[in-house]
C-alpha cells in the first residue's frame, strides 16, 4: 500500500499558476504508475495526468494538453502538478493516485485501475 498526502491547492484568478505536490509513503518502490484526477461537484473524476517512474512517460487529458505538466522529484516520493494557465472550468477538488500494478485493460487515466489515494486538494480559479 502507498499513502499519499496533497497539498498546494488554493484560490487564484485566471492565467495564473500553481504547484499541487502529491507525498507519497509506504511501498514507493513498487509503484507503477501514479496519476492526478480531479473532480468538480455533480461531475465525474476526471483523469488529467499520468506518469510512469520507470521511464517518465506522461500522459495528459486534452483538457489540460498544453497548460499542465505531471513530473516526480529525484527521491521519487512527490509527484507534482505544475497548473498554468488556469481557467475557472478547472476548479475542482484534486486528487492524488498510485497504482502498484498495470490494470489490464484500464488506461492511465481511469480512475479504476488506481486503488491508492490522497484526500485531495481544492483549487479554485475565479474569472
Known amino acids: 500500500q502507498v499513502n499519499l498526502v496533497e497539498s498546494g491547492g488554493g484560490s487564484v484568478q485566471a492565467g495564473e499558476s500553481l504547484r499541487l505536490s502529491c507525498a507519497a509513503s509506504?511501498?514507493?518502490?513498487?509503484?507503477?504508475?501514479m496519476a492526478w484526477f480531479r473532480q468538480a461537484p455533480g461531475k465525474e473524476r476526471e483523469g488529467i495526468a499520468s506518469f510512469y517512474p520507470t521511464n517518465g512517460a506522461r500522459v495528459y487529458a486534452d483538457s489540460v494538453k498544453g497548460r499542465f505538466i505531471i513530473f516526480q522529484d529525484n527521491t521519487k516520493t512527490s509527484l507534482y502538478l505544475q497548473m498554468n494557465s488556469l481557467k475557472p472550468e478547472d476548479s475542482a477538488m484534486y486528487y492524488c493516485?498510485?497504482?502498484?500494478?498495470?490494470?489490464?485493460?484500464?488506461?492511465?487515466?481511469?480512475?479504476?485501475?488506481?486503488?491508492?489515494w490522497g484526500q485531495g486538494t481544492q483549487v479554485t480559479v475565479s474569472s
Open positions: 493516485a498510485a497504482r502498484l500494478t498495470p490494470t489490464q485493460g484500464l488506461g492511465a487515466l481511469d480512475s479504476r485501475a488506481y486503488d491508492n
Open positions: 509506504g511501498s514507493t518502490t513498487s509503484i507503477y504508475s
